[in-house]
């Protein structure tokens, strides 16, 4: 044991890099911060597929589709000397087929939401690849709450811990309000899937039409055609596309609205405190373990029957999602799109509340959700798992 202390302890990472969202961006963020902040870890990266270009800067990434790749995961899985992190597999049948093969030592999984996505009945493999894995993180409380109410997974398996992200190193991304006074941007970025309730954002533009309101959305998605026909006939609504710098797009905005249907967390709100860009969100699962109303930003209630058209290969709707305040499971609703207009031109006249909801969330973001606080959080949890395994 006293040996083992002197020697770099090996971490194995198994995380798909194929498409941008919350998970990798928070991956790469702490992979960033261990190559400034060296450990007693040495850390290996497995994916499956292809390598988004945002990511081609990640070292030594093994695609387990060449044999000798998976061979090698396959070894660290069995191994003492290598905790295994899987990211987001907790509900994978191809997962619980490998894993049944091996006699497992220290598995860590790492819940971010597919959860959500998961049938209640269909409980086998969460239930498996719990039993298996030393320890479940969740990255939210109500992460949590999906995992243990939907799927019975014992609440001692689970540690929540939050996302983190870096501080900014250019200053000039901060968002001072020197704006264009005569219009107010809005502004959406992620993907253009069903959980991110798009379609309702773009209703509500109808009922701004002769406000100086202009809404601005960011991504890419299965349903991107979809939105664009929605909104032909809206001169206050523009597309742009998939976009690499993030900080830049949400610190030319007066206001973000996240109008999820469903949200474990929601990363773009902690991007948005880091551009003191102030947010208006949907009071769902996660996002108030950012997003306190009120004080670092504004949230609305869900209340209205979800009209989407499901497009083949969208992320389907969730069985369930959390409402924060009782923290039960409830059938899954959209915000009412007159309402959010209402509420976004109610905002654009307030401009020093705005302006106290951004510092409010910057401040808490810079003091809890750093990837200072997420890299400590997280080698406790490896610690633990060599040394008292």
Sequence with gaps: MLCMSYKK?????????????????????????????????????????SIDAHYKYVDNVFDIRKISNLYKLMLDIVSQNVIVHFYNNLSSFKVVFFLALLPVRKLVVHERGTI??????????????AWKAFIIISNSFA?????????????????????????????????????????????????????????????????????NIRLIIAGSGILENSLKEQASDLENVSFIGRIMDPYSFLSDLDLLVVPSIREPLGNVCLEAGLCKTPVLATNIDGIPEIIEDGVTGELIDATDKILINLLDGAVPLPEF?????????????????????????????????????????????????????????????YHRLFFED
């Design 143 to 211: 992460t949590k709450t999906m995992l243990v109410k939907k799927m019975s997974i014992s609440e001692a398996k689970i540690q929540v811990l939050h996302n983190g992200v870096s501080p900014l190193s250019n200053f000039d991304y901060i968002n001072y309000y020197k704006k264009d006074n005569f219009i107010f941007y809005i502004g959406f970025i992620g993907r253009l899937d069903t959980p991110k309730g798009v379609h309702v954002l773009i209703e509500a533009m109808r009922y701004l039409i002769n406000s």
């Design 116 to 129: 959500w996505s998961q049938k209640s009945a269909s409980w086998m493999a969460p239930r498996f690849v």
């Design 9 to 49: 302890q090996t971490i194995a990472h198994f995380i798909g890099l194929s498409g941008i969202g919350g998970v990798q961006s928070n991956f790469i963020e702490y992979m960033r911060d261990i190559e400034l902040h060296p450990s007693k870890y040495h850390h290996k990266v497995y994916t499956i597929g």
């Design 321 to 381: 999602v959390v409402n924060p305040v009782n923290h039960k499971l409830q059938e899954p609703k959209q915000i009412n799109s007159f309402l959010l207009a209402g509420k976004i031109l109610e905002l654009s006249k307030r401009p020093k509340r705005l302006a106290r909801y951004a510092e409010n969330l910057h401040e808490k973001v810079s003091k809890y959700f750093s990837i200072s606080r997420y890299r400590s959080e997280l080698h406790g949890i």
